[in-house]
């Protein structure tokens, strides 16, 4: 299809770009960075692609520069804690005109307004430095410091500003003196630690600059469409190709901490037990007695570069997590690297037992962490290749022997992958038919379809997601759901429903080499079988567990720029059953349960918690009440903690079982009990199959 879209068209795209900057200021105290040629005429052929060649074509006009500008702005000083109110109003000349500037190559406007970002950093680090030497480190007033002001003003001069960095400064010297260090030892770590910042700012080059301008570019005009520099789509197709030696967790940069994204399922990070989605790196350390390097602010690709590293090596991280205020104490964790090849994570069986009305009841739970398959396995003609499909066929089989009762497929956090793995899959458990449709960038709509009549499982059948579940996972459970062919438990999906296709710029324009790095276009968009887009709204589960991550800010729908849903003509299918009544009598009794359920009411004060932790609010500058605020936090995590244990039938925790590190954390030793296999939401599905089995007699 692409062949068809592209040929003879992009060659045709801008090859040269030869406009005169129209803003062409030196900024002192900052490195003076500005675009190559290449890079402006990148950023033309990217303005021509977007506006013509993808899904979403789009003009680019005074709107789609408005929301560029406040994109582009918001990323470089998310928290707003460098940049003036006399910054931001010289940049309003700017909003209007960046469309313009993108179609004839010109970079030099947001060029510039970094260049103002590297001035304030540097000079915000050389504030901090200045001030170890001369501020006030009396810790008895009382005082606080408003760490997140993502929505506040920008400061309105240089002195509010210092007064806000004085603060910043001693609550980073209050952390480590309650971490029992000494003052001389305090002043030489964050000394360390703020030339560190100015020495990694410094070392940010054009190519790095150019990258967020055009993620603030292609993300303002579709959140799947990415543009990647050379050194990014190297990484980008080494994580396509599934393999990595490291720790096993994708990473991303939020408010200058290093913070966990996604966890390898069976990598060191999974394994550890102690390594959660939104957990942030504070440090890293290389084998057992390795210093910790302070990372806080770092580049991301600085970072992970010190994270990655050769298998069988130890790499020890401090975190902080999710659950914690950046008051708490770090936790210790040790791993060893290994060999992350995601082709190997394959799916899992799990045997699980209920025993009702006197009798038991077995079930065949099958963890699939991703759509995946060996292509290049599969093109050389290995029967043997792997795959999502072949491995849940295999694993079907043996339960079969085993004579459960019920399979259940468990897609939770998985983010997609194969298109066709997710129709095959769909196959295994449906005759034949219709699986998913797909409406290209000329509105033509393919209906993919399931060819194979065998059927692998045809018994009771659920399907578990959650707010992580996308793409690929989406288009199996809405079929599922579709069907009648099963029950789908958790909740409601990510809604990702968009196809992309990988190009490198080198075939887009020829004359950029292997220089011009990759786009990646959404050049499609995937439907039910029912008519109805996955996309922004998901699947619904027919019976739906309240979440701790809301909508407004994890998934499709938190995304501004990204396309609606809508519906398209319904495919011709017959369902395997109508399931409406008996999904009603399965929820009523759902219900029931959930109104005495004690690990319910766990997960709903999981919830509160979250929630009361994303609010802002000030933290003390005062030792005592900060010592104070911190261990009443700790005390009400280990009071949770052991509620849950005592219920779950475990021996409670003591304090003594936290101990307190040599190097400013808290080393958690993970025990590998029958609490860290227990999963509330498989639990009540199991509750649920029974339900459904024994009405369907």
């Not at 430095?129 to 501020?135: A, E, R, S, V």
């Amino acid at each position: 299809m692409l062949k068809k879209i592209f040929s003879g068209v992009l060659i045709a795209l801008a090859i040269s770009c030869t406009a005169t900057p129209r803003v062409n200021k030196e900024v002192a105290g900052s490195n003076n960075l500005k675009a190559d040629p290449q890079q402006g005429v990148i950023v033309k052929d990217i303005s021509e692609l977007l506006t013509s060649y993808t899904y979403k074509k789009v003009d680019l006009n005074d709107s789609i520069s408005n929301l560029i500008f406040d994109r582009y702005i918001k990323n470089l000083d998310p928290n707003r804690i460098y940049f003036l109110d006399e910054d931001i109003k010289e940049f309003e000349a700017f909003r209007y005109q960046l469309d313009n500037d993108f179609k004839s190559g010109d970079l030099s406007a947001p060029f510039y307004i970094f260049n103002v970002y590297q001035k304030r950093y540097s000079e915000r680090q050389a504030f901090s430095i200045n001030y170890l030497t001369k501020g006030d480190f009396d810790f008895t007033k009382k005082e606080q410091y408003v760490f997140s002001r993502e929505k506040q003003n920008y400061f309105k001069d240089l002195k509010e500003s210092d007064a806000y960095w004085a603060k910043k400064v001693r609550y980073d010297f209050l952390n480590l003196k309650l971490a029992k260090k000494e003052p001389t030892e305090i002043k030489e770590i964050l000394k360390k630690r703020y030339e560190n910042l100015v020495s990694q700012s410094n070392k940010i080059n054009s190519q790095d600059v150019f990258q967020l301008i055009m993620a603030a570019f292609t993300d303002s005009v579709d959140p799947h469409t990415n543009y990647y520099n050379p050194s990014n789509a190297a990484n980008f197709n080494i994580d396509m190709s599934r393999s990595l030696e490291g720790i096993g967790a994708t990473l991303t940069m939020e408010n200058e901490f290093v913070t966990i994204k996604s966890v390898v399922t069976g990598g060191p990070a999974d394994k550890s037990k102690q390594i959660k989605i939104d957990d942030k790196i504070l440090a890293v350390a290389q084998g057992k007695d390795g210093e910790f390097v302070d990372v806080i602010g770092w580049r991301l690709d600085n970072a992970i570069s010190l994270i990655r590293g050769n298998k069988g090596t130890i790499v020890r991280l401090k975190i902080l997590s999710k659950d914690q205020d950046i008051s708490a104490t770090p936790k210790i964790v040790s791993m060893v690297r290994e060999k992350i090849i995601l082709e190997d994570q394959s799916a899992k069986k799990i045997i699980k037992t209920e025993v009702r009305n006197g009798r038991t009841f077995k079930y065949g739970i099958i963890e699939v962490p991703a759509f995946y398959a060996d292509w290049k396995a599969m093109q050389a003609g290995d029967k043997n290749y792997k795959s999502t499909t072949r491995d849940v066929r295999i694993i079907l089989d043996s339960l079969k022997k085993e004579n459960v009762d019920g399979v259940i497929i468990d897609l939770r956090t998985n983010g997609g992958g194969s298109l066709l793995e997710a129709i095959e899959l769909t196959g295994l458990f449906i005759k034949s038919g219709p699986v998913v449709q797909v409406r290209d960038l000329r509105n033509r709509v393919e209906v993919n379809r399931d060819e194979d009549e065998t059927i692998a499982w045809s018994g009771p059948l659920e399907v578990l997601v959650d707010r992580f579940s996308a793409s690929a996972s989406e288009i199996f459970a809405g079929a599922i759901q579709d069907y009648g062919r099963g029950i789908i438990i958790g909740n409601t999906t990510y809604g990702k429903g968009t196809v992309q296709s990988a190009l490198p710029m080198s075939r887009i324009n020829p004359t950029l080499g292997d220089k011009g790095g990759q786009i990646n276009l959404t050049t499609g968009k995937f439907y039910r079988i029912s008519g109805s887009s996955t996309q922004h709204k998901g699947v619904t589960p027919d019976i739906e567990f309240p979440t701790i991550f809301p909508a407004d800010k994890y998934g499709e729908s938190s995304e501004p720029s990204a396309l609606p849903w809508d519906e398209i003509k319904s495919s011709n299918y017959t369902k395997v059953a109508d399931l409406t009544t008996v999904i009603q009598k399965l929820k009523a009794m759902h219900d029931a349960r959930m109104k005495s359920s004690k690990e319910y009411q766990f997960l709903l004060q999981d919830i509160e918690d979250f929630k009361d932790l994303d609010k802002e609010k000030p933290l003390p500058l005062n030792e005592v009440e900060l010592k104070k605020l911190r261990e009443d936090q700790e005390a009400k995590n280990l009071a949770k903690e052991n509620e849950r244990r005592v219920y779950r039938g475990l021996e409670p925790l003591k304090k003594k079982d936290v101990s307190k590190s040599e190097d400013e954390g808290v080393v958690v030793k993970a025990e590998k009990t029958k609490e860290d296999k227990f999963d509330f939401i498989q639990s009540e599905a199991i509750k649920i199959m029974t339900d459904y089995i024994l009405l369907k007699k």
